[in-house]
Nanobody, 125 residues
Framework: QVQLAESGGGLVQAGDSLRLSCAASVGTFNFNMGWFRQAPGKEREFVAAIGWNGGSNVYADSVKGRFTVSRDNAKNTGYLQMTSLKAEDTAVYYC???????????????????WGQGTQVTVSS
């Protein structure tokens, strides 16, 4: 059983930065993981994914160049550094464990099995 818990969300202004964390309560953190977000009335949207060793990072076009995904396996924690935030980044952000290779359909929700409860990010314009 893998439990994931996101934190770090909040209310910020456009142009600000925010770092989200995803803590995994599991013995080994050597799995691929991804970040998604879901705005009210919209489907869950892929944001980024990272390989178990910190490599093979993948980003959605909408966040490329602004968001950076990373991880610290010694702390069983993944991170999503968000900069130059926009109002359209407002959503609940989720981390999840990726099944299979990180580059194999990373944008499909079905490629992930364990999810956190989410953390709200609100960007005011």
């Amino acid at each position: 059983q893998v439990q994931l818990a996101e934190s770090g969300g909040g209310l910020v202004q456009a142009g600000d930065s925010l770092r989200l964390s995803c803590a995994a309560s599991v013995g080994t953190f050597n799995f691929n993981m991804g970040w998604f977000r879901q705005a009210p009335g919209k489907e869950r949207e892929f944001v980024a994914a990272i390989g178990w060793n910190g490599g093979s990072n993948v980003y959605a076009d909408s966040v490329k160049g602004r968001f950076t995904v990373s991880r610290d396996n010694a702390k069983n924690t993944g991170y999503l550094q968000m900069t130059s935030l926009k109002a359209e980044d407002t959503a609940v952000y989720y981390c999840a464990r990726k099944l299979g290779a990180v580059t194999y359909n990373p944008g499909l929700v079905e490629q992930y099995d364990y999810w956190g409860q989410g953390t709200q990010v609100t960007v005011s314009s």
